[in-house]
């Protein structure tokens, strides 16, 4: 699947100001859906006044401009260049730049270290268990000692047919396979996040999300202190 193609192209749907909260234009208290997710990931990071944030993989900035809110500055990135302008067009007033994750050098184009980072909803996207280890292993780079950072709203291995739960819906992931583009990604195990953890020599904690957020029947967050 060609990761970047497919988000600089979903950045022009009609729709696509909604996407980094994952809500759509049908979805009732949009702004109070998206301050309930921000108000969770701040509890997780137990983000201070006094903190600098990174939100990894941050599409048009929506999110990142929701957690603003509960530290002294958020910076985003992400590797799509047509949802980094849309972020710095929604949001002049915050910092965004473009990068891959993936890519230790871009990713350190900003020199300094910050308090806590988080990833939220894009790690299914990273599809092979080495990709997820060199995205985590970058970001700790980039984390100061003591720092915590988020892996937020992974699909889970182990509830893959909690959201699979249909014919139709399987049917839909056959056809998409055929043609190598699955827009779910990779359904990650609890087991994989620790090993990753093990290896880089981090500590990692496995987090059931709360019912009431949006996908928490069949996701999971993953906290990693430095």
Not at 120 to 135: I, T, V, W
Not at 149 to 171: E, Q
Not at 180 to 193: C, I, L, P, Q, V
């Amino acid at each position: 699947m060609n990761w970047h193609e497919f988000w600089n192209k979903r950045a022009k749907a009609p729709d696509a100001w909604t996407q980094v909260g994952r809500i759509s234009k049908a979805t009732k208290n949009q702004d109070e859906v998206m301050q309930q997710i921000s108000r969770y990931i701040a509890g997780l990071l137990q983000l201070q006044k006094t903190d600098r944030v990174l939100d990894v993989c941050c599409g048009n900035g929506l999110l990142t401009s929701y957690v603003s809110g509960y530290c002294s500055s958020v910076t985003g990135v992400d590797f799509s260049e047509a949802l980094i302008n849309q972020a710095r067009n929604n949001y002049p007033e915050r910092t965004f730049y473009h990068a891959d994750v993936l890519n230790k050098q871009q990713l350190q184009k900003e020199a300094h270290l910050y308090d806590a980072i988080y990833l939220y909803y894009s790690f299914q996207y990273l599809e092979s268990f080495d990709k997820g280890m060199q995205a985590i292993s970058n970001m700790l780079t980039m984390l100061k000692p003591g720092g915590k950072l988020l892996i937020g709203d992974v699909p889970d291995r182990a509830k893959f047919f909690v959201y699979y739960h249909s014919w139709p819906r399987l049917w839909q992931l056959f056809k998409q396979l055929l043609v190598n583009r699955n827009d779910m990604g990779k359904f990650w195990s609890e087991e994989e996040m620790q090993l990753i953890c093990q290896k880089l020599k981090v500590k990692g904690s496995f987090l059931t999300q709360p019912p009431q957020l949006p996908h928490a029947h069949y996701r999971f967050d993953f906290l990693i202190e430095k």
